[in-house]
């Protein structure tokens, strides 16, 4: 790949520096630009439309399980931030506050969100009377802040983009059906969408949400074996409603209070796509999410006919897909590096010879797989590689983690895997806060990622400890 040196010469190998790496795809595909504001990152346009393209197929998702989109203010007076103990705990070290307003001194400090179910509990309380008005399905789509000290973009940073449902219900039977139903909308999402496969389940109590009573994750692995926390839902019981006096009159004509909910996800899943798919030649990018599909190469384009086609072959494709035609004057070479850059998933390429025989050449980013194929009904055979595309992307994905997943069963065989084998870990656990701080503090940073629904029976004891077990745990780093 001679002709395409220049272009990827930046781009540090992913087994060399993944840190580095990451970073430079980052850069190099024009996702994001650093701000001069700490922490802060400056989303471009290519990065935003696969946002966009995740909002979008999110939303819908959302809808079709009957939330609807509000939004709330973004700033949340101390007094009322102070009102659910845990969850004001939870959120001060990371809290930004507004202390003056135009010249003047505020009488009571402002934090900006880093969530919103405070300003949510104190609009329902205004406008939750009787069980008829529940199910409160809500979602709000927003940018948060958290004043993180190490950042990365996408994965951390101080200002980012996400959604956060946030739902009221009338028993907690109810409440607790909509915390797994999310969550598997989120599964669901990861898998059909993005093409990751992920680790499903319950955070110990030491891992939950501050002031939730159970919190539920999805924990996808990156290529280097680390988890990244996916998107996590919340079942608060009614903690909340009685900090905020949320009360409605029941059935029965007594007053009780509801029962809630909340999940999210973020712009993280941006930096999930590009540590799960890439290469050391750029993005792979999963085909619902691409803002490009296909992008049409004219291969000598001076020649006579040869852009006529490509422009009717555009014209053809841009119906049913994100279509790109680059007739620009650079060489077949730049754009082809270009594009295997920014991750687009098909290139097509059409030259006078193929004209002639009436084909072209599809191919493939995630494997560079060339495919001579005809013109006639195009628009099939592009689908059907699209689809298979997004099953190959997935299932290597899996293997990749099936591959960094390894078992332990006491605490030599735990240390030993975090030492020479990045991934997760399988291990039995007492139900001790104790001993996922004695594995993080003697691993430098192997922690608890949640406890599946499916449980495999591993032993008697804590790989930690050595006591009886209740749970077999996945644990891992985390970005």
Known sequence: MAQNKKMVEAITGRDEDFAKWYTDIVKKAELVDYSNVKGCMVIRPYGFAIWENMRNDMDRRFKETGHENVYMPMFIPESLLEKEKDHVEGFAPECAWVTVGGSEKLTERLCVRPTSETLFCEHYAKIVNTYRDLPKLYNQWCSVVRWEKTTRPFLRTSEFLWQEGHTLHETEEEAREETLRMLQVYTDFYKETLAIPAVVGEKTPKERFAGALETYTIEPMMHNGVALQGGTSHYFGDGFAKAFDITYTGRDNKLHYPHQTSWGTSTRMIGALIMVHSDDDGLVLPPKIAPIQVAVIPIAQHKEGVLDKANAVYEQLKKQFRTKLDDSDQSPGWKFAQYEMKGVPVRLELGPKDIEKNQCVLVRRDTREKLFVSLDNIEQTISDLL????????????????????????????????????????????????????????????????????????GDTCACCGRPAKHMVYWGKQY
């Open 387 to 458: 689809v298979k595309i997004h099953d190959d992307m997935y299932n290597r994905a899996l293997e990749n983690m099936k591959e960094k997943t390894h078992v332990a069963h006491n605490i030599n065989e735990f240390l030993d895997i975090a030492k020479n084998k990045p991934g997760f870990i399988k291990a039995m656990w007492c139900g001790d806060s104790a001993c996922e701080d004695k594995i993080k503090d003697v691993t430098g940073g192997v922690k608890s990622r949640c406890i599946p629904f499916e449980e495999e029976n591993l």
